[in-house]
């Protein structure tokens, strides 16, 4: 079983930088892939960006690459994602997720463990 806890959203205007804080409780959070996921008032959840089991390899989707990087320290059980150059389509509540599979999954239906959700909003 993992807890998965985030923190760090909040308001930004356009070109600023927030850094989510998803903090996983049990003693496996090293035996997972993290993604993070987000999802717009009245569109479908979103994939982000995964991190592998031990940080060796990432992979994010198109619309946020070269912006966003996702990091982990797993002596913290913590994972990060850092948003830089942020636009105002990257408005929504973000999601961090845990994924049994060690290099994690693009779709959402593979993920075991869901946080609640934070809300990032970035004004133009």
């Known amino acids: 079983q993992v807890q998965l806890v985030e923190s760090g959203g909040g308001l930004v205007q356009a070109g600023g930088s927030l850094r989510l804080t998803c903090a996983a409780s049990?003693?496996?959070?090293?035996?997972?892939?993290m993604g993070w996921f987000r999802q717009a008032p009245g569109k479908e959840r979103e994939f982000v960006g995964r991190?592998?089991?031990?940080?060796?390899?990432?992979y994010y989707a198109d619309s946020v690459k070269g912006r966003f990087t996702i990091s982990r320290d797993n002596a913290k059980n913590t994972v990060y994602l850092q948003m830089n150059s942020l636009k105002p389509e990257d408005t929504a509540v973000y999601y961090c997720?845990?994924?049994?599979?060690?290099?994690?999954?693009?779709?959402?239906?593979?993920?075991?463990?869901w946080g609640q959700g934070t809300q990032v909003t970035v004004s133009s």
């Open positions: 997720a845990a994924d049994s599979n060690l290099y994690g999954s693009v779709s959402h239906r593979y993920y075991d463990y």
């Open positions: 991190i592998s089991y031990n940080g060796g390899s990432t």
């Open positions: 049990g003693r496996t959070f090293s035996r997972y892939a």
